[in-house]
DNA sequence: ATGGCTGCAAATAGTTTGCAATGAG
DNA sequence: CTCATTGCAAACTATTTGCAGCCAT
């Protein structure tokens, strides 16, 4: 737990000014699930979040994990994905791109804004404008 | 309840036969459920088909319809969609296309397949092959 | 100090399951 | 007849909330 990348060490000195710039008061627990989900881009559940910290004995309880993610959340600190239908996934990549989704293993890739183009959008209904555009590629092994 | 179109009363016609055809025994539920979702491209949550059908005077559980819409999809009668985070919808329009969704009232809307068209898509990764693309445009009114 | 956090447990919402009774083939 | 299907209630999973005590400011 102390080998520390000089990149990550520079990310996550960041984290407590981010919290703080987005009005959140810096707490042990918010520190360490900032830690764990802004460290990377990445994409984890609640309860992947809760058991990792618990496993590294962090006290910390599930809903003070569900109340973080959703202050995150609604601070733009990170965002909520509905690829699945029983859990949500909170993606500490806010900048707007797109996902793959292994079907057999439940796995969330990123794929890059510039990996697709449209030539083609559907006209926007009146009085409406695009607020995200969500591509999710759903993948099988090749049969 | 007795204005029925000359095209819906062909499309309700053909139900028991969609079912049998898919090896689904007919019932007086499943009827029921396939002519609420199958009669035209809609997209219904368990509760609203719950409460459509206990509304008009039908016997139903929450239960059959939860067995029972699993079933219809698991036979590919309908699609279930991920587009929100807390229900699941289900589509009774299982041709490929995308959907509008309306954040302020939760509305979906389907976009037709021609109405989006790709230039460039990502390389898919090795022993992969895209299952389903999955668009979601999420839409706010004009600021 | 004081109001915002936290943990706990209980409450909710959506969905699934076990089991006895019922109904389709 | 016989096994699939149904309804009910209870079980489950994911998430939210109420409240007493704790802690950042």
């Known amino acids: 737990m ?9 990310t996550f000195g960041d984290i ?3 919290l703080q710039a ?22 984890l ?3 992947q979040i809760t058991e990792a910290l618990q496993g590294r004995g962090v006290e910390v309880s599930k809903a003070t994990v569900y109340n973080t993610l959703n202050l995150f959340a609604a601070r733009g600190l990170i965002r909520q994905l509905a690829v ?8 500490s990549n806010v900048q707007p791109h797109y996902h793959f ?20 959008l559907p006209r926007i209904p009146e009085g409406m404008e695009v607020a995200s ?4 590629i759903r993948l099988r092994p090749k049969s």
């Open 84 to 91: 699945d239908d029983t859990r949500s996934w909170f993606d």
């Open 133 to 136: 555009l969500d591509l999710v």
């Open 45 to 47: 559940s609640a309860e």
């Open 101 to 120: 989704h292994d079907e057999a293993t439940g796995a969330l890739t990123d794929v890059a804004l510039p990996e697709v183009e449209f030539s083609r």
């Open 2 to 10: 102390k080998a520390i990348s000089q990149e990550s060490a520079v």
């Open 16 to 18: 407590p000014a981010r």
């Open 22 to 43: 987005c009005g959140i008061r810096v707490t042990a627990q918010r520190m360490q699930i900032a830690e764990l989900l802004l460290g990377a881009p990445q994409h």
